[in-house]
């Protein structure tokens, strides 16, 4: 069974960079993507940005300046940096995997059980 | 990016009740559309994608239905674990987006 687990830290700086790894089980990370997605208190869901294996990443153009993604397959892990983090930021954070459908377009699978992180100083 | 809206928001309901939440795309998806499940302090649960294709192991009271910008995830006879709040995704437009979710909570 594909399951997925948020690690970092709770509690950030503003202005300091957010830092999160996402370690998966269950699953090779081979042929599909791998995202981070939000949901800030009384605010929709935000998908951040993605990542495969070779390194591709896709992110959101809100936040593409701050975000940093990285990969680990043999951890079989993958990770966040969000940069200049600032109380907007705070948010529970899922990790996620993205899969093909039929036509190619990315749909999420799988999602971590989430992880709240507070920008505070 | 494409406003995803879910209605209604809340909803209360008996065991046995058919269910339907919408999800409306504030323009054309084509059948790009996810739905999830979520219950407190879990993981969201994947329910439904391209609209109207069960997850594997997603119980048949579920189904999904429509094109375009409108869409329904029907719970055809609701069960005690099905109380939970409910979330669509469209995943064709750039970024991907999420409606805000519906909420099912026991009468």
């Known amino acids: 069974q594909v399951q997925l687990q948020e690690s970092g830290r709770g509690l950030v700086k503003p202005s300091e960079t957010l830092s999160l790894t996402c370690s998966v089980s269950g699953a090779s990370m081979n042929n599909y993507y791998w995202s981070w997605i939000r949901r800030p208190a009384g605010k929709e869901l935000e998908w951040i940005a993605r990542?495969?294996?070779?390194?591709?990443?896709n992110s959101n153009p809100s936040l593409r300046s701050r975000v940093t993604m990285s990969v680990d397959t043999s951890n079989n892990q993958f990770s966040l940096k969000l940069g200049s983090v600032t109380a907007a930021d705070t948010a529970v954070y899922y990790c996620a995997r993205e899969f093909h459908d039929s036509d190619g377009y990315l749909y999420v699978d799988y999602w971590g059980q989430g992880t709240l992180v507070i920008v505070s100083s | 990016d494409i406003q995803m809206t879910q209605s209604p928001s809340s909803l209360s309901a008996s065991v046995g009740d058919r269910v339907t939440i919408t999800c409306r795309a504030s323009?054309?998806?084509?059948?790009?559309l996810a739905w999830f499940q979520q219950k407190p302090g879990k993981a969201p649960k994947s329910l439904i994608y391209?609209?109207?294709t069960l997850q594997t192991g997603v119980p048949s009271n579920f189904s999904g239905s429509g094109s375009g910008t409108e869409f329904t995830l029907t719970i055809s006879s609701l069960q005690p674990e099905d109380f939970a709040t409910y979330y669509c995704q469209q995943y064709i437009g750039y970024p991907v987006t999420f409606g805000g979710g519906t909420k099912i909570e026991i009468k």
């Open positions: 323009q054309g998806i084509n059948n790009h």
């Open positions: 391209a609209a109207s």
């Open positions: 990542i495969n294996v070779n390194g591709n990443t």
